[in-house]
């Protein structure tokens, strides 16, 4: 089955710096990626998601690279905000039907 | 769209009862999803409903548990003869489907389950 690592553990980050989550697959027949952020006693909310057949992709504060031949997609968050701390959980997909989830990145936002 | 809700929110027993928990989808998500979380951990996979048809069930989903989905709208989870080690949070998601397209999936608030 598809494993997916997440590093690092847990990040701390000055307000208004950026963070950078990375997490890396096994399976290469994965062809989705999404990322979701999880608040504490909620369930996760899907924040930004990306295809194989894109390399980059942003929303707003938020960006998502790809790095299909590694095997190995980012997460990244510019001009961070309190509101940004989190546990952030990266997924990729396998069978079509599936998702498998890292164990998450529990993000700290220092004001 | 009132996204994916489930209930109840919080769940106590004690060990060897039984408990049931309920998940009602984004009315036109045909996909629905079970998934088991542990403090520390990403969710893990449980089983999957399209419409009405289970069509995958994880080697987690031990056969004290069972999942419904009979009018391919809510869906029901339960634990027969619960363990402590069924202590968790479980999630249910809902997508769209397509055979060779996976859909984002929306998560609901979660069911937290203790067993004492």
């Known amino acids: 089955g598809e494993n997916v690592e997440q590093h690092p553990s847990t990040l701390s980050v000055q307000e208004g710096d950026s963070a950078v989550i990375k997490c890396t697959y096994s399976d290469s027949a994965s062809n989705y990626f999404p990322w979701y952020k999880q608040e504490l006693g909620k369930g996760p909310q899907l924040i930004i998601d990306i295809r194989s057949n894109v390399g980059e992709k942003k929303d707003q504060r938020i960006a998502v690279t790809l790095n299909k031949t590694a095997k190995h997609f980012s997460l990244h968050i510019t001009e961070t905000q309190p509101e940004d701390s989190a546990v952030y959980f990266c997924?990729?997909?396998?069978?079509?039907?599936?998702?498998?989830f890292g164990k998450g990145n529990q993000v700290v936002v220092i004001p | 769209d009132t996204g994916v809700s489930q209930d109840p929110r919080h769940k106590i027993t004690k060990r060897g009862q039984n408990v049931t928990f309920r998940c009602d989808p984004i009315?036109?998500?045909?996909?629905l999803y079970w998934y088991r979380q542990t403090l520390g951990q990403g969710p893990e996979f449980l089983t999957y409903?399209?419409?009405?048809?289970?069509?995958?069930k994880s080697r987690l989903l031990s056969d004290r548990f069972s999942a419904e989905r009979p009018k391919g709208s809510f869906s029901t989870l339960e634990i027969q003869r619960t363990e402590q080690g069924d202590s968790a949070m479980y999630l249910c998601?809902?997508?769209?489907?397509?055979?060779?397209?996976?859909?984002?999936?929306?998560f609901g608030p979660g069911t937290r389950l203790t067993v004492t």
């Open positions: 009315s036109e998500h045909n996909r």
């Open positions: 997924a990729a997909s396998y069978g079509n039907n599936r998702l498998a």
């Open positions: 998601a809902s997508s769209l489907t397509d055979r060779d397209f996976l859909y984002e999936q929306y």
């Open positions: 409903f399209q419409n009405e048809a289970q069509l995958e």
